[in-house]
Nanobody, 139 residues
């Protein structure tokens, strides 16, 4: 069964950097149109979109991370990365990797990341979730 596995979380001080990664556990996604992204969540709050990238190379960032975070993925076989620089205490959260298949779902994912809409409850627009990796930022 296909699963997403995150790694690379940890604890840094205010202003520090971290890179989190996400890879498929067994085999890569076989779809002409897909997108992947990063979400984060703190206890008691909704899961929010951070960044997304699709198979066409279109990238979206949440306003709060623009200029500090970089999402990347070379091709369908390589891991998804999120390079996080100048981390702030408000960036501390559980970070989740997500993947969606199809043009419609990817459009929704990008709009969620941009903050135009929230994730559905349940988030049916997302086909795969990772288990999460914790990022802690101390002030």
């Amino acid at each position: 069964q296909m699963q997403l596995v995150e790694s690379g979380g940890g604890s840094v001080q205010n202003g520090g950097s971290l890179r989190v990664s996400c890879a498929w556990s067994e085999y890569t996604l076989r779809s002409e149109w897909y997108c992947m992204g990063w979400f984060r969540q703190v206890p008691g709050k909704k899961r929010e979109g951070v960044a997304a990238i699709d198979s066409d190379g279109i990238i979206t960032y949440a306003e709060s991370v623009k200029g500090r975070f970089t999402i990347s993925k070379e091709n369908v076989k390589t891991p998804l990365y999120l390079e996080m620089n100048n981390l702030k205490p408000e960036d501390a959260a559980m970070y989740y990797c997500a993947a969606a298949v199809g043009l419609s779902s990817c459009h929704i994912l990008h709009t969620v990341v941009r903050g135009v809409r929230d994730l559905g409850e349940p988030p049916l627009e997302i086909d795969y979730w990772g288990q999460g990796t914790q990022v802690t930022v101390s002030s």
